[in-house]
């Protein structure tokens, strides 16, 4: 039972002393696992504070060579291994399970008492396996669920549509086990029952698929699958790799498990979350915007997957604002408005404009008309721009192109291809290693935002992140809209009476709903705070608009009020950079498109002249030269 040939025994096998390198090795792997493990998946699944983070890691790197003695001592060398394998699943689900349990109890406000049906599922075809009758739930003075009620069948897909603040995530969140509906009833499988928990809700067979993926990249895809899974400690790897096999096998998804997850694509890694919760049993998959980040061919594959899972009897809950991938995939489609339940419907019995009138109460046009403008002066001219992001990995990679008055320049690209370091560069927030930026002929690398807008330069920007970068939640929108001009006001004291008159002209011009024009930024809705973003910035009546991602979150009739202010920035000679999702809106929207793809350039196109699928295949990688020469070769 020797810990290795180094370790000097003393006075038996269980008095020996392990050697240095097997207590180094055996804490790396303790550090590793559980820094990694343990404080980043939990800090990415329910946002622990930096302080609480903080006395854990300190608490880990005090008594990591300690409990690398005690395993090293009590391990035999032939099953060491396994061991400490199962050991640091064990650590990593143990402390996940915890600490996402007394983040549910707190944010939903119940007691950590629940009963739990043991009942086994006995289904019929054709059944009914989620009814929601009557659900009410209230936050403080706003009612997010009026009396909804709404069922999933056996072997069904179901879309839920709504504006911003229907009530979408509310409902599903109660389904989840996140929230507790203050009135109303939840079946499974025709047997009532109360949850309070997400883990009271797996074990009801109910699986939710986040839009932002609860992955730990530097573990396997298998290890990502049994993680927090009771038992999981005494499960081999074989034994683990069997079952897990056997879930693919059974639903017919393909994916090598022993992958960690930094070297999946986006599409590989949501096929990971799908197993995840089939592994642990769902028969219930609630998927929460799941194409968001995922190119047309990836989309496509995931709605094969999702067939799949319905022909075996699965029931399957989509929250999306995409009206087209609704009619593609789902069986029925339920409409939310105000908190309230509008209609159910067959999606095979309705259309496009009859789902957008029920979501929005009213007539919506949905044609983005193109305006011809002739193109002005060059604006902006990027040369050979790079970039580098962490660990020196370069995230832009010698980028040229150039934007003119009155053109929009969409950009496209799978999540983490660069858009976000390239807008924020061309704003002055993002370090550039080298290459130049000439906006109206002044090369800008190396101004901070401060020094662009004392300059005088007529750019806004923006951001991804609306209330990390771009407003502060705690002021009101009269302080939000003096964020960009008191620098340029002269003395001391500041006037607050020109924003306010802002404030004021763009609530009324972009429709927000808001209490007052005192009330925090952060009690308002996410669509009515890019709103407020993205009117602020309007409103100083740029010269290059920088917009990424202006509508995310936003539901059709907002997004397309968003489109109609772009084509009026259009229309005043402003230059555009469109950074966007929808691939069917860039094409309309914009003149032409660039296609980023791993911090590269694939291709420069006129909308005109690509098709979705073009964009799709750059997307993924495909250079403009390959997709023209296919395309000859195919009218030959």
């Not at 005690?70 to 064990?90: A, G, Q, V």
């Not at 096999?245 to 017919?252: A, C, F, I, T």
């Amino acid at each position: 039972m020797s810990a290795c040939a180094n370790c000097a025994p003393k006075r038996g096998h269980w008095k020996r002393f392990p050697c240095a390198f097997c207590v180094q090795r055996t804490a790396s792997i303790l550090s590793n696992s559980l820094q990694w493990g343990i404080v980043l998946a939990t800090e990415a699944e329910i946002g622990l504070s930096p302080a609480y983070r903080g006395r854990g890691l300190r608490a880990f790197d005090k008594i990591s060579s300690r409990i690398a003695i005690t395993i090293i001592r009590l391990s035999p060398r032939k099953s060491r291994s396994d061991f400490l394998m199962k050991l640091k699943l064990f650590l990593i689900s143990s402390a996940f399970e915890r600490r996402l349990d007394k983040h549910i109890v707190i944010a939903s406000g119940c007691s950590n008492h629940y009963t739990i049906s043991t009942q086994k599922d006995v289904v019929m075809e054709n059944t009914v396996y989620v009814e929601m009758k009557n659900i009410c739930k209230t936050f403080g003075v706003i009612r997010a669920n009026n009396n909804i009620s709404f069922n999933v069948n056996q072997g069904e897909i179901h879309s839920l549509l709504g504006e911003n603040g229907a009530g979408k995530s509310t409902l599903v969140n109660m389904l989840s086990g996140i929230y507790t509906p203050d009135s109303g009833s939840i079946e499974i499988h025709g047997a009532p029952v109360r949850i309070h928990s997400p883990r009271q809700a797996s074990e009801l067979g109910i699986g939710m698929i986040h839009q932002h993926f609860k992955l730990i990249d530097v573990l396997t895809a298998a290890e990502n699958i049994i993680l927090a899974e009771k038992g999981s400690v005494f499960l081999s790897r074989k034994e683990a790799a069997k079952k897990i096999e056997k879930v693919m096998e059974g639903y017919g998804l393909f994916i090598d498990v022993s992958k960690k997850i930094s070297e999946m694509s986006v599409s590989e890694k949501q096929t990971v979350e799908i197993i995840k919760v089939l592994y642990r049993g769902a028969k219930i998959l609630i998927l929460d915007e799941p194409t968001a980040v995922l190119t047309p061919q990836e989309t496509e594959k995931l709605f094969v997957i999702l067939r799949n899972l319905a022909k075996r009897g699965c029931a399957i809950i989509i929250i999306t604002h995409k009206l087209n991938e609704v009619m593609s995939i789902s069986n029925r489609v339920t409409v939310l408005r105000q908190g309230e339940t509008i209609a159910t419907l067959d999606t095979a019995s309705t259309n496009l404009r009859e789902l957008t009138e029920l979501m929005v109460g009213k007539p919506v046009d949905l044609t983005i008309e193109k305006i011809p403008v002739d193109k002005g002066n060059l604006l902006l001219e990027v040369k050979d721009l790079s970039a580098l992001g962490e660990h020196q990995v370069r995230v832009l990679k010698n980028l040229s192109f150039d934007l003119y008055e009155g053109e929009i320049l969409g950009v496209a690209g799978v999540a983490g291809s660069g858009q976000k370091e390239l807008c924020e560069g061309i704003a002055g927030l993002y370090p550039i290693e080298s290459g130049s930026i000439f906006f109206e002929g002044e090369n800008i690398v190396g101004l901070n935002p401060r020094d662009i807008i004392k300059k005088g330069i007529s750019m806004s920007f923006i951001p991804e992140d609306r209330l990390g970068m771009g407003l502060i939640a705690s002021m009101d929108m009269v302080d939000n809209m003096l964020l960009k001009d008191y620098v340029n006001q002269p003395g001391i004291t500041i006037d607050r009476k020109p924003a306010r008159q802002k404030a004021e002209r763009v609530k009324k011009r972009l429709n927000i709903q808001t209490p007052s024009l005192g009330t925090p930024i952060r009690k308002l809705s996410g669509g009515n705070i890019q709103k407020v973003l993205l009117g602020r910035e309007i409103d100083a009546t740029p010269h290059l608009l920088i917009t990424a991602y202006p509508v995310r979150g936003l539901d059709i009739g907002a997004s397309y009020n968003i489109y109609d202010l772009l084509k009026e920035q259009k229309q005043k000679n402003t230059g555009v950079l469109y950074i966007g999702e929808d691939l069917d809106v860039l094409i309309e929207l914009c003149d032409r498109i660039m296609v980023l793809c791993d911090g590269k350039i694939t291709g420069i196109v006129e909308s005109s002249r690509i098709t979705k699928e073009g964009l799709g295949l750059l997307m993924a990688g495909e250079t403009l030269s390959a997709l023209e020469e296919e395309e000859a070769s195919c009218k030959l």
